[in-house]
Each structure stands twice: as structure tokens, then as C-alpha cells.
């Protein structure tokens, strides 16, 4: 994929772009599917909406481009109200699923066709264009036609005809689903390094939890029309809110039970020992991430710092980067552990049917609900 060239600075929006929603609902047809109480996007970030099909996420992005009318609240831009805006008036991008690239257009006049729109000189309009092809790396491909260029290419060209209008906020809407996974991967780096170079804020929604983690500053979590939490990165991915989001976020194992004296928890018949420094008797929700779980022999001194459970193998499977492993309970429960793979000489993890200890430090769990406080 050819490198992408340093902008004209003309491109860059270093003063524009902050976003504030307040008490958003929106819907169809009756049927409630947004409601917002707050969300303020900052200037100059990339921020990911992330979550699954149905949650809103989509319909969130809409409304701030003007496609769906809430049904109340406000979305600020910039200090100004654009609730009531038609879309042309907003001075957004937009970049979609599908490219939606005119395929009997050039690549250029596909890029041209919004300053066309705004009515721009046609130098002026050149200059954008050959700004803009340079910025995502085409600048070779502006007399070829949609067909004649790869997935990869064409959505390049869509984020070029985004970016030359120059728009305080530049919208995505799942525009890497389309790729395959190696160019999804090389589009993620383009579109980060396109963003960091730039400064335009950019919201990207998305279903895939590993896309969100990757591009995003700040990623917000949905979950039945709300948001769930937002944060970091690391922070919804290490410290998850909810146990929605823990379990939505890559992949946990949420274990719910009663402290026992000696600081286990007992899921009701099934004790993980050394497990939380609460109360005798009270309840918690924990949750372990596959990756922090480690797997010994039974007998296997385990330390001091960890909690342990013994189980049996259900089955394995090889991923490439790691192997996934099935610990099953005696009480029939599961516990699934990603075991990296180190290289050719390290041996393989135990197969099916051999008894194991699941074991993990007890710093990597992570508290879901915590015992009520005593006013």
C-alpha cells in the first residue's frame, strides 16, 4: 500500500470539531432505540462507538449527521445547536459501509463531487482534490474509475471526497467491513496515521472490539440505546464497568458466588481459593480474562498471589498466535484460557481429558459488583 505524504496544512482543522449531546432519544416508528443522556466528543480525537447490532450505534451517528431527526435533545457543534440542520448544513464527512462511489465518476470527480455541491471555483476545487489524493496515498489513481481499484483503494477515495471539504468532524459508519482481514488490518494503521496527521475528530462506529481498540483515543461502549461506559482503551478493557461490557469487550469469564472465610469464593459448591479480601459471606461478581489464566499439573505449587481452581480439559484448538483451552469444573461450568504460543520449541497445552489447575493473580480480576457498603 503506498505511503501516504505529509497534507497541505490548509487540511488541518485544529480549532474545530467538539461535539456535545444532551438528552438524545431517537427512533423509528414509534419504537425507542437511542437514549442519550450525555456524550462530549473532544476536539481533535478519534473516538469509537462501539457495540452490537441493534444497540444504537448507528442511529447515534445518523443523528449527528442530520439522516435521523430525534425525537428530543440537543446535538452542539462547535458551540452551535444543529439539531434542527439539514445535513448539507453541518460541515460533516461522512465516510460509509459501502463507499457509495459514483461508478461512472473518475476517482478525482468522485472526490470533487461535495465541493461541486458547495459550488467551489474549479481551481480551488482542484487543489482540494490532488490535497486530498495525496493525504490517503492515490494520487497516481485520479483518472481510474471505482472498478479498476481494490476494496482497499476505493475506501481510501471515500475517506478523500470526506476529508476535501474539510469538515470539523468527519463521521465513519463500519467502513472496513467490507475489506478482508489483512486489508482491514493495513486500513486500520492508514486511517489512524491519516487522523493523527490531520487532527480532524473522527467517530467511528463499529462492531468489532479489536478495531475499536486499535484506532480509538477513547472508545464508548452501547448497549440497548445507552451508553455503557466510555473511557480509554486500556480502561474499558482492563476495568470494564458492567459486566456487559466486560463480556462484550474481548472475552471473559464471570464467575458470581459468596466470600468464604479464607477469602475464596464459593459459587455454591465450588470454591476458587484465595480469591478476594472481602467479607465472610458477602457477595461479588469477578471476571478473569482468558489471556491471564495459566494452567498447571495438579499438585503444582501455586503462588501465594493467585487464585486457583482445578478442572479438567475440555478441548484445545491452535489460533496461530495462541491456543484456546477449555477448562471444565466439577460443578459443569467453564473457564476459557488463551494460551500464548511462544514459538516451535514450547510444548503444546495440555489436551482433552487432562486434569489441570486453572490459576490466575488475583490483581488480574477484575470486580464487577462489588458487596453493598453499610450506610
Not at 484465595?274 to 503444582?300: C, H, K, N, Q
Not at 488463551?338 to 503444546?348: E, K, N, S, V
Request: net charge neutral; charged share 25%.
Amino acid at each position: 500500500m503506498a505511503a501516504a505524504v505529509e497534507p497541505d496544512l490548509r487540511l488541518i482543522q485544529t480549532t474545530a470539531g467538539h461535539v456535545e449531546i444532551e438528552d438524545l432519544t431517537a427512533g423509528y416508528e414509534g419504537a425507542r432505540v437511542l437514549d442519550l443522556d450525555r456524550l462530549s466528543i473532544r476536539k481533535g480525537e478519534f473516538l469509537s462507538i462501539l457495540g452490537p447490532s441493534g444497540c444504537g450505534k448507528t442511529t447515534l451517528l445518523n443523528s449527528i449527521a442530520g439522516f435521523v431527526r430525534p425525537t428530543a435533545g440537543r446535538i452542539v457543534i462547535d458551540g452551535a445547536d444543529v439539531t434542527g440542520r439539514p445535513p448539507y448544513r453541518r460541515g460533516l464527512g461522512m465516510v460509509f459501509q459501502s463507499y457509495a462511489l459514483f461508478p461512472h465518476m473518475t476517482v478525482a470527480a468522485n472526490v470533487a463531487y461535495g465541493l461541486r455541491v458547495r459550488r467551489l471555483g474549479k481551481a480551488e476545487r482542484e487543489e482540494r482534490v490532488r490535497e486530498a489524493l495525496r493525504l490517503v496515498g492515490l494520487e497516481g489513481y485520479a483518472d481510474r474509475r471505482p472498478k479498476q481499484l481494490s476494496g482497499g483503494q476505493q475506501q481510501r477515495v471515500a475517506l478523500a471526497r470526506a476529508l476535501a471539504i474539510r469538515p470539523a468532524v468527519l463521521l465513519l459508519d463500519e467502513p472496513l467491513s467490507n475489506l478482508d482481514a489483512k486489508l482491514r488490518r493495513e486500513m486500520r494503521v492508514e486511517l489512524r496515521a491519516i487522523q493523527a496527521r490531520i487532527g480532524t475528530t473522527m467517530v467511528f462506529v463499529t462492531h468489532d472490539q479489536e478495531e475499536a481498540l486499535a484506532l480509538s483515543d477513547r472508545v464508548a461502549v452501547m448497549n440497548g440505546g445507552r451508553i455503557e461506559q466510555i473511557g480509554t482503551p486500556d480502561e474499558v478493557y482492563r476495568r470494564p464497568a458492567t459486566r456487559f461490557v466486560a463480556q462484550f469487550i474481548g472475552a471473559a469469564n464471570v464467575l458470581e458466588g459468596t466470600v468464604t472465610e479464607s477469602g475464596g469464593l464459593d459459587l455454591g459448591g465450588l470454591t476458587v481459593d484465595g480469591a478476594l479480601d472481602f467479607g465472610e459471606g458477602e457477595r461479588a461478581v469477578v471476571a478473569i480474562r482468558p489471556e491471564r489464566i495459566r494452567l498447571a499439573e495438579p499438585g503444582t505449587t501455586v503462588s501465594e498471589a493467585a487464585a486457583s481452581v482445578p478442572g479438567t480439559v475440555g478441548y484445545r484448538a491452535f489460533a496461530g498466535d495462541a491456543w484456546h483451552v477449555e477448562v471444565r469444573l466439577a460443578d459443569g461450568r467453564t473457564l476459557s484460557a488463551q494460551i500464548a504460543d511462544t514459538g516451535a520449541g514450547a510444548a503444546d497445552p495440555p489436551g482433552a481429558g487432562t486434569p489441570v489447575v486453572a490459576n490466575w493473580d488475583r490483581a488480574d480480576m477484575i470486580v464487577l459488583e462489588r458487596p453493598a457498603e453499610t450506610p
